[in-house]
């Protein structure tokens, strides 16, 4: 078994820094070990901030990777630590081609977006790589007696990989609340990966990922987003604050 993470604190809330996520996560798919993948950004960690059942789920995750990169700018110069950011939508589609390598492929399940987002997913992930086990899909668009069903067939068919996309904070919140179902399973909130995959919608190029600025394509996607746009220079300033006013307050001599 690999080695458990090392994590460090961005604005109270845990971020885990290893060097190959995707095989730790392989071992624990292989030995069963119940884990909840949380990619944490600035939005979320600020929404933490004014959340506390989301802020509890976050710490009790067993892996929290560094997506956004304001968390990435945190840890590189708040805390001198050698971090790359890992998007969650990388995460998922390296542990996708990573699972299909292994002699024997992991059962997944593709759950959340708007309806038909998810199977046409994974119609596309199935095209690309034949040997991909996806076994089921399932809107994040349905009634209530729909989602008992949906438990239900989780309970039964039990995947060993589940990505849930439906948005922060309701993924986290709704993983940590039905992960009971599938307790060996790796859960992983996706947000809004489903709609790249199926073509609905298109990353940022990749010159303005490399240069921190992928958020503002996001907000040209989708104008809605301004207002939790705002959470990314309330998360600088929390930063500083944070970092340097409690290292002030404990120089402090009375």
């Known amino acids: ?17 290893m060097t190959n996520y995707i095989d730790w996560l392989l071992d624990g798919i292989k030995q069963g070990r119940g884990t909840h993948v949380v990619t944490l950004n600035a939005e979320m960690t600020i ?19 560094p997506d956004g990169s304001g968390v990435v700018l945190y840890l590189r110069y708040l805390l001198r630590q050698k971090v790359r950011r890992l998007p969650g939508i990388e995460l998922a589609e390296k ?3 990573a699972t299909a390598e292994q002699a024997k492929p992991a059962t997944i399940f593709f759950y959340g977006g708007s309806p038909e987002i998810a199977e046409k997913a994974a119609q596309i992930w199935r095209k690309q790589i034949p040997n991909l086990n996806i076994i089921g899909t399932h809107s994040g668009y349905h009634s209530l007696q729909q989602e008992q069903q949906l438990l239900q067939h989780l309970a039964e068919i039990k995947p060993q990989l589940i990505f849930v996309a439906l948005g922060v904070p309701k993924q986290e919140l709704w993983i940590a609340k039905n992960r009971h179902l599938c307790p060996h399973s790796t859960w992983v909130g996706v947000g809004g990966s489903f709609d790249i995959w199926s073509g609905r919608k298109t990353r940022a190029p990749r010159w303005l990922a490399n240069n921190n600025l992928e958020w503002l394509y996001r907000l040209y996607q989708d104008p809605w987003r301004w207002r939790r746009m705002l959470a990314l220079p309330e998360f600088a300033y929390k930063s500083l604050i944070y970092r340097f006013g409690y290292n002030t307050l404990r120089n402090c001599k009375y």
């Open 1 to 17: 078994m690999l080695t458990i993470p090392k994590s460090y604190s961005v604005l109270g809330l845990p971020v885990h820094i």
């Open 47 to 65: 929404q933490a901030e004014k959340n506390q059942a989301l802020a509890a789920v976050i710490k009790n995750a067993e892996l929290v990777i």
């Open 95 to 97: 542990l996708l081609e």
